[in-house]
């Protein structure tokens, strides 16, 4: 083999590998809208029979307090659908590929109304802690949900039931933003840490319930999309007590390629 014949298979190898990673980034935007489009389904589902058992009741009792009643929980259930609705329209409008923009404390509070149902389903309580009722840094809507949602799913997996989860939203200085999502859970050993940003490790033996889980690419494609803003990702564990993963984002300004950034992992 003669080096252009070399460098030749070399620049395809190059070109296919920029071909697969473009694939999988739009194979793991699919995958964040699946997990929306299931959850809603789920929360629709919910409302809807809400509002059906209610009507029926308040047709067979026709006394004013049970028709008060049924009415209220009605007017409530479609209050909800409404909320859904709304947070549905607003994550598709983060479905853009370009930086602008984003609100963390509105992402959150979004995201959270998505996953309300499987939250309560395994029994976990969420609290939210905003510094202001605003924190804006200009990045990837798309990206920064799917790594939410990642962040929160991994978080009630290392749960399993009845616990908590914190997501606080912060200034960090007059550059950087601070989301932090911190568990109850079980837990990384210290001798995991060092590889939990690795492509497919993972402390999970396979899909759980909800069919999620087991493949270890979640905090893989957490750190690349973080390190595609220029931010940096820092992850605190203790066994048996739980875990904190905090991300630093720019306030203003979005590389066009991924620069030097940093992670680190810290076992309490």
Avoid: W
Avoid at 206 to 215: C, F, I, L
Avoid at 224 to 243: K, L, M
Wanted: proline share 3%; charged share 25%; with cysteine.
């Amino acid at each position: 083999m003669n080096q252009a014949t070399s460098t030749d298979e070399l620049e395809q190898l190059r070109l296919e590998n920029a071909e697969l990673k473009l694939q999988l980034k739009s194979m793991a935007a699919m995958a964040t809208l699946g997990e929306l489009t299931g959850t809603a389904t789920h929360e629709f589902n919910n409302v809807l029979m809400t509002v059906l058992n209610y009507a029926k009741l308040g047709l067979r009792n026709r006394d004013d307090a049970n028709r008060d009643k049924a009415l209220n929980k009605i007017l409530d259930a479609t209050q909800r659908a409404a909320k859904i609705t709304n947070t549905i329209l607003a994550q598709a409008r983060n479905r853009s590929e370009s930086p602008e923009p984003i609100d963390l404390c509105d992402l959150v509070s979004e995201t959270l109304v998505l996953l309300s149902r499987e939250m309560q389903k395994y029994r976990i309580t969420v609290e939210t802690s905003f510094e202001s009722d605003s924190m804006n840094v200009h990045a990837v809507g798309n990206q920064l949900s799917r790594l939410l949602i990642n962040l929160l799913i991994n978080a009630r997996q290392a749960i399993d039931t009845c616990g908590n989860i914190t997501v606080s939203v912060r200034r960090v200085d007059e550059d950087m933003v601070e989301l932090a999502v911190r568990d109850s859970g079980c837990g990384i050993p210290a001798e995991s840490l060092p590889k939990i940003f690795e492509s497919k490790f993972t402390t999970k033996s396979g899909p759980d319930a909800e069919g999620r889980g087991g493949t270890g690419l979640g905090l893989a494609a957490c750190k690349e999309i973080v390190d595609g803003h220029r931010g940096r990702i820092r992850v605190e564990s203790t066994v048996g007590v739980g875990t904190m993963i905090a991300i630093r984002l720019p306030v203003q300004g979005l590389a066009q390629t991924p620069g030097e950034s940093s992670d680190e992992t810290k076992a309490a």
